[in-house]
Every structure is written in C-alpha cells, then in structure tokens.
C-alpha cells in the first residue's frame, strides 16, 4: 500500500536553531513529494516540491527539503527557526504521478519556542 | 484575486439531513478537489475533477456527491448525514496537470449529531 509516515506528532526547536521535521513514504516507482503547511483555522500551503533533478529543493519562508532515495525520505529542514514557522507541517505523495491524488502523512506540530 | 472560497466557515447538522458545501475558485483552475481532515489521519481525498463535466472519486468517496458544471464551482453534497462525517473538510484546486501546487480554501467544519 501507497504510504507517507511522519514518525514525529510534535517537534520542539527554539527560536534560531535548526529544525528538521521527518518524513518517509513507501510508494513504488518514483513518486512526485510535497510539503505543506497549515497554520491555525487555515487551510493548507504549499511550501515546496520535488519532481525530479536535484536531490535539494528549496521552498517558501526558507524551507528546504532532501529527498533520498535509498532511505524513501523527505525531511524538512530550516536552518534558523522562526517562532512564526510554529504550524502543522504534512508531507504528501503523488504515488501515480498524475493528477494530484495526493497522500497525505498524519502531520506534524512544530512548536517554536522564543 | 479571492483564489479558492468555501462556505460555510461552520456547520451543525442532524443524522440523516442533507446540505451542501460550496467551493469556488478564481483563478480558472482546471483541477479541484475535495478532502477531508480528520485527527490523526492527516487529509484523505474525497473527490476530484480535472475540468468542467468530469468528476471522478477519489479515497472516501462513499456518502457524498460532487458535480462540476462551471469551470469555477465544485460543490459538494452530502446526501444523508452521519455522524462519521463529523469532520473538517477543504476545497483545492490546481493549475494544470504539471503544476502540482494546490491551492486550499479556508475550509468547513461539520459537525453531525
């Protein structure tokens, strides 16, 4: 079954560390992968995406993301935090790469402390 | 631009009553679709169109209907309500078929008792 895991319900970084919130799929083929962003009472933005070419993809607010192959993760990742960066972050897969039945992860609440 | 509207914001229904939730969209998006959110399950795709006349299910179709009749309208209509659908729900749409961004509206929170 087509999949997308994100081990951590919460993740606790303060205000100019660095932060990585974890994600890893189990799809067949090479999959389409996404990150999104969901602040409170809002509805979902996108925050970047990898297609193919280079592993590093770069998003919006200074995200980016890795996406490795061998090990079928996503992480994202942000080298200075924010307290405004404190949100829901889900990962998605297009596992059929074709329109846009995306899989969503369970999310993850990043809180930023100041 | 309003980009993808949804109303209403809150919804209080009865088992077993009908309604409908509007989602429009002004960007002339070809690709809209429906999901839900549930609590520790993340968003699962309810139904989807990839233009004007076609509409297809998506992962938990069973329980509502959708059609599209205008480029810019995707209602969604819940046909008798159980309390399982007690759920929030959101509306999104996308460019073209390459775009792969989708844009989501604000959302509606139903509640079904």
């Known amino acids: 079954a087509q999949s997308v895991a994100q081990p951590e319900d919460q993740v606790n970084v303060a205000e100019g560390n660095p932060l990585t919130v974890k994600c890893t799929y189990s799809?067949?083929?090479?999959?389409?992968l996404f990150w999104y962003v969901q602040y409170p009472n809002r509805g979902l933005q996108f925050l970047l995406k990898y297609i193919t070419g280079d592993n590093l993809v770069k998003g919006s607010y200074g995200f980016e993301a890795e996406f490795n192959k061998s090990q079928t993760s996503f992480h994202l990742k942000k080298p200075s935090a924010l307290v405004s960066d404190s949100a829901l972050y889900f990962c998605a897969v297009n596992p059929q790469r074709s329109f846009q039945k995306l899989v969503f992860g369970t999310g993850t609440r990043l809180l930023v402390s100041p | 631009n309003a980009g993808v509207t949804q109303t209403p914001k809150f919804q209080v229904l009865k088992t077993g009553q009908s309604m409908t939730l509007q989602c429009a969209q002004d960007?002339?998006?070809?690709?809209m679709s429906w999901y839900r959110q549930d609590p520790g399950m993340g968003l699962r795709l309810i139904h989807y169109s990839v233009g004007a006349g076609i509409t297809d299910q998506g992962e938990v179709p069973n329980g509502y209907n959708v059609s599209r009749s205008t480029t810019e309208d995707f209602p969604l209509r819940l046909l008798s309500a159980a309390p399982s659908q007690t759920s929030v729900y959101f509306c999104?749409?996308?460019?073209?078929?390459?775009?792969?961004?989708?844009?989501f509206g604000p959302g509606t929170r139903l509640t079904v008792t």
């Open positions: 960007m002339n998006h070809e690709y």
């Open positions: 799809v067949s083929g090479n999959p389409y």
């Open positions: 999104a749409s996308s460019r073209s078929l390459d775009s792969y961004e989708q844009y």
